[in-house]
């Protein structure tokens, strides 16, 4: 079964630390990994998009891998502040690229 | 900056009734998608929409749910017959992609959602 497992499942972390949040996926045939942003009530907000053959892309302090052979992504967060509180969602589109399974988030508290 | 819009923010309704849910994409694209969040669970994909077809759904997205672009920039999700399990966060997102879908340009930008409560 297709799946998408985050960890850790919640996170404390003080302002300017940088953390790395984990992704392990068996979602096949792979199409391409998101990592999202969501804070409480509102929509995700894309912070990377990675196809296969990509293993690291970056958007200002967040910077994500993608180890396709073992199935891992990682997000890293550099010099974290007070609004990088949110869930952070790792997204595995299958196939074609449209179906895709959301994994459970990790929730990221940065405390000042 | 485009975005998403979903009307409305909050949809309160009786068991069996039907509801939709409408949503404006951003304008020059042309994926549409629609997900749900039961309180507290992970987000889940319903279904994705091109050139007025389906092209994908879930296994959720059952016989209960349609989707329709009944003009130039709406698109909704109906629910015929809402049950209390169809409480949830609803989210529309659009994308526009590039015709290589393996170099696929795939960014989803999500609505703010409509927040269904079925009573």
């Known amino acids: 079964k297709n799946q998408v497992e985050q960890s850790p499942q919640s996170l404390i972390i003080l302002e300017g630390k940088n953390c790395t949040l984990q992704c392990n996926y068996t979602v096949s045939p792979f199409s391409n990994l998101r990592w999202y942003k969501q804070d409480t009530g509102r929509g995700p907000v894309s912070l990377t998009i990675m196809t296969f053959s990509e293993n690291t892309k970056s958007n200002g302090r967040y910077t994500a891998t993608l180890d396709a052979d073992t199935k891992q992504s990682s997000l890293h967060i550099t010099a974290s502040q007070l609004s990088d509180s949110a869930s952070y969602i790792c997204?595995?589109?299958?196939?074609?690229?449209?179906?895709?399974?959301f994994g459970a988030g990790t929730r990221l508290f940065v405390k000042a | 900056e485009p975005e998403v819009t979903q009307t409305p923010s909050h949809q309160v309704t009786q068991m069996g009734q039907e509801v939709i849910l409408r949503c404006v994409p951003i304008?020059?694209?042309?994926?549409f998608y629609w997900y749900r969040q039961i309180l507290g669970q992970k987000v889940e994909f319903l279904v994705s929409?091109?050139?007025?077809?389906?092209?994908?759904k879930s296994e959720i997205f059952d016989d209960q749910f349609s989707v329709e672009r009944p003009d130039g920039s709406n698109f909704t999700l109906k629910i015929r017959s809402t049950k209390l399990e169809d409480s949830a966060m609803y989210f529309c997102?659009?994308?526009?992609?590039?015709?290589?879908?393996?170099?696929?340009?795939?960014?989803?930008?999500f609505g703010a959602g409509t927040r269904l409560s079925v009573l």
């Open positions: 997102a659009s994308s526009e992609i590039s015709r290589d879908r393996v170099l696929a340009k795939n960014i989803q930008y």
């Open positions: 997204v595995v589109s299958e196939g074609g690229g449209f179906k895709t399974i």
């Open positions: 304008s020059n694209h042309l994926y």
């Open positions: 929409f091109y050139n007025n077809e389906i092209s994908e």
